[in-house]
């Protein structure tokens, strides 16, 4: 029997208590953190959906586990429990602990790029294209076109272009240091990738030998989509289908702290002992021995759990419907979003919202500017305040799209929190006419979003 209301599938055990705060104190609060959520405090937040990284709620079975950490500095037993619940899950031999996913590219990436070396994604994220960029690589996002048509309803919109990577093959060749399949492929607005896609993608990274690398950091709400959307797959689990997508690739980057569910973590696994040797000395210089990388015994068994938690029938439904839940009302509310929504946020179109303000003025961070303000809502620009380059005369070369990004943390808050959300829209919408954008005063060479500085324009 189907019923409306969708019924989290846990009780609440511990409570952590919301500051509650005045419209006035948050325009002062954003004023002070120079318009920037980054720069607030957690205490001046009420519903924070700045990320999902990190900001799970962990179960009763992970808080025990964390209780028989082995916290020996090499061959711990948490290392072995870590260990094998990251191999049976990806098939990888070859597994390196680290503190959390960017440690992971920035060891692999930092290895395999440089100067005139290529990388080809469906979307690099910030944290994976800064890392890339940083050794001198270059970044090329190739999602298939239509992920950039926000209202079909295209089941599949993080797939990579095929046809876009056969020309990029010709045209670069051995330079190409690895070709990445982020699932669910957050900068294009947290959709899934196909098993299809992702079957194509393998077949021509074999043919060409190129490693092929998946960003699993979300793959459990990617095998949610691909179970619902892909007949072929309908009969098989959750946790059998982001095997197989495993099977597909050469190593695998994931931060623990999406679909691990937990608050600190995340690992590189590979089947080549060569390029893990490699990864490896990397891993010891800068993160720590092999056994633990960047991790405490705790985190290891914390993650250990969650790999399998993750999976759970009633976790996934509970996950994916609620995401969609705040998505449908808003869009029937009036909000322009990317559609179909995703499974770990919705993703706002500010640029349709803000009709009013051109992309040099940031709508989408003018956006995430008004719903702290009327309702204490954190949460990210994901559009040319975080993508945007500089050409050289300094003028803007805009991200293909102004987007703003609700995460919803795993596990945390309750359906009236959402509604909560939803009620903020409505006042946001009354006044969309009004708002104006942004200029930035101080930003850094890289990953800008995180700590520059801005002012409101008159």
Not at 135 to 155: C, L, M, N, R
């Amino acid at each position: 029997m189907a019923f409306k209301t969708i019924i989290e599938p846990f009780r609440i055990k511990t409570v952590e208590p919301i500051k509650m705060s005045s419209v006035a104190e948050r325009k002062n609060y954003i004023k002070n953190a120079h318009y920037n959520p980054f720069l607030l405090k957690s205490s001046q937040v009420i519903i924070d959906m700045l990320t999902d990284s990190g900001t799970s709620a962990m179960s009763q079975n992970q808080w025990a586990a964390m209780m028989q950490g082995d916290e020996s500095y090499a061959g711990a037993a948490s290392w072995e429990r870590f260990y094998d619940a990251v191999n049976d899950l990806t098939g990888f031999e070859f597994v390196l602990p680290t503190h959390q996913g960017r440690a992971a590219e920035r060891i692999l990436y930092g290895y395999l790029g440089g100067k005139g070396k290529i990388f080809i994604s469906n979307t690099h994220f910030d944290t994976t294209r800064a890392n890339i960029e940083f050794s001198g690589a270059t970044a090329i996002d190739i999602p298939v076109k239509e992920g950039k048509d926000f209202d079909s309803d295209y089941p599949f919109k993080g797939n990579l272009d095929i046809t876009l990577l056969q020309q990029l093959i010709k045209k670069h060749g051995k330079n190409i240091a690895a070709v990445i399949v982020t699932v669910t492929n957050n900068s294009g607005g947290g959709q899934p990738v196909s098993m299809e896609n992702m079957k194509a993608v393998s077949a021509l990274c074999k043919k060409n030998k190129l490693l092929c690398i998946l960003d699993c950091c979300r793959v459990a709400e990617n095998a949610y989509f691909i179970k619902h959307r892909e007949k072929a797959y309908a009969n098989h689990s959750y946790r059998q289908i982001a095997q197989q997508m495993f099977a597909l690739a050469d190593g695998a980057i994931m931060s623990a702290k999406k679909d691990a569910l937990v608050n600190m973590g995340g690992f590189l696994a590979v089947a080549d002992k060569k390029l893990a040797d490699a990864c490896m000395n990397l891993l010891i210089i800068t993160e720590g021995f092999s056994t633990y990388g960047g991790l405490s015994g705790r985190d290891m068994e914390a993650i250990a759990v969650g790999l399998k938690e993750v999976f759970d029938d009633d976790y996934l439904n509970y996950r994916i419907k609620s995401t969609a839940y705040l998505g449908d009302r808003i869009k029937q509310h009036g909000v322009p979003i990317l559609y179909p929504i995703g499974g770990h946020a919705v993703y706002v179109d500010a640029k349709k919202l803000y009709p009013q303000i051109p992309v040099h003025e940031y709508p989408g961070q003018a956006l995430v500017c008004e719903l702290y303000t009327t309702g204490g809502i954190r949460c990210v620009e994901i559009g040319s305040v975080m993508f945007g380059k500089y050409n050289k005369s300094g003028k803007l070369i805009p991200a293909p799209q102004e987007l703003v990004r609700l995460a919803i943390p795993r596990r945390v808050y309750t359906q009236s929190h959402i509604d909560y959300v939803i009620e903020v829209f409505d006042e946001v919408l009354k006044n969309s006419k009004k708002v104006k954008g942004l200029k930035i005063t101080k930003e850094p060479q890289f990953l800008r979003h995180f700590t520059a500085h801005f002012e409101r324009l008159k």
